[in-house]
Structures are given as structure tokens and as C-alpha cells.
């Protein structure tokens, strides 16, 4: 993640205004590999991501711009092979749009701050919500709950 904010001028886990900006520059500012999700709407490999299979308490965020996406207690083991959640952090952290490629009719969720394709949304999930949110691990970043604490002290702005 540090690596990423470095080179990133857009990457903040406080700040909500909308991201634009050419596929030239997201190019720049990416690791390949997040590009490739994010911006091609590309796809891992089923089972590679090491959220996978990943319990920790804390928070996920859009590597692609610092969005915070979703919680540790809303994610569950589907068997699908990608991390998975059954809500998003807030109704504004994901963008819906249907996908009709590949022959399939399905939903898919981007990043509701820089449109950054995540993955799809399934209606198969667990209760409450019924849904399954199928997220390649390449576009989260992962920041354990006590972090996350610390991070948003030094971030809130000075009164
Ligand atoms: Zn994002």
C-alpha cells in the first residue's frame, strides 16, 4: 500500500470527492497488476488472492484510490475462490452496473469514488443481505482495525 501512495496523488482513506482521470494517468500511477482490475476490468485467478482465505479484523479499501469498500465482519467464506462480502461499507462506496459480456447476465461493482472495477455482485450470499460480493483481492487494500484508528486520528483535520 505504500508503494502505491507514494507515486498516487489521488489515494487518501478520508477523502470522498469523486476521482477522475485519463486511463494515461491511472496507467502511470498503478502497479500493473491493479490496473489490469481496475481499469481493464480484468480478473485474477480464482483462489491466488491471499484475502482469500484472510480473517483479520479491520478495514478494506480500493487500492486504486483509498475508498473504503468494506468491513472485516461482512466478509465470509464462499468457496468461490475470490474474497468475498455480503454488504459494502456504505451505500455510496460501490457503483452498480450491468454486465452482459461473456454471455452472462450479472452485476458489476465498481468503486464508487473512482469507478475502479472491483468484481460482480451475485444474488447467492448469506443473510442478511442475500448477496455476494465477489472481489478480486488485487484492488483491496487491507488495513487492520487498530491502524485504521491511528490512520484516521492523523488524518482528521486540526480545529
Ligand atoms: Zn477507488
Redesign the pocket.
Known amino acids: 500500500m505504500d508503494s502505491i501512495s507514494k507515486k498516487n496523488p489521488v489515494y487518501s482513506n478520508s477523502d470522498s470527492s469523486k476521482?477522475t482521470m485519463s486511463e494515461e494517468e491511472w496507467k502511470k500511477i498503478l502497479p500493473e497488476d491493479v490496473y489490469y482490475i481496475?481499469r481493464q476490468k480484468g480478473t485474477e485467478r480464482p483462489w491466488t488472492s491471499k484475502f482469500e482465505n484472510f480473517k483479520e479484523k479491520g478495514t478494506y479499501?480500493?487500492?486504486?484510490?483509498?475508498?473504503a469498500?468494506f468491513q472485516s465482519d461482512t466478509k465470509f467464506e464462499s468457496g468461490c475462490g475470490w474474497p468475498s462480502f455480503y454488504q459494502p461499507i456504505s451505500k455510496s462506496s460501490i457503483i452498480y452496473t450491468p454486465d452482459n459480456t461473456h454471455g452472462m447476465e450479472r452485476t458489476e461493482v465498481q468503486?464508487?469514488?473512482?469507478?475502479?472495477h472491483l468484481g460482480h455482485v451475485f444474488e447467492d450470499g448469506p443473510p442478511p443481505t442475500g448477496l455476494r460480493y465477489c472481489i478480486n483481492g488485487v484492488?483491496l487494500d487491507f488495513t487492520k482495525a487498530k491502524d485504521a484508528e491511528k490512520q484516521y486520528n492523523k488524518e482528521k483535520p486540526q480545529q
Open positions: 476521482v481496475a479499501y480500493c487500492a486504486a484510490c483509498g475508498n469498500l468503486c464508487g469514488r473512482c469507478k475502479a484492488i
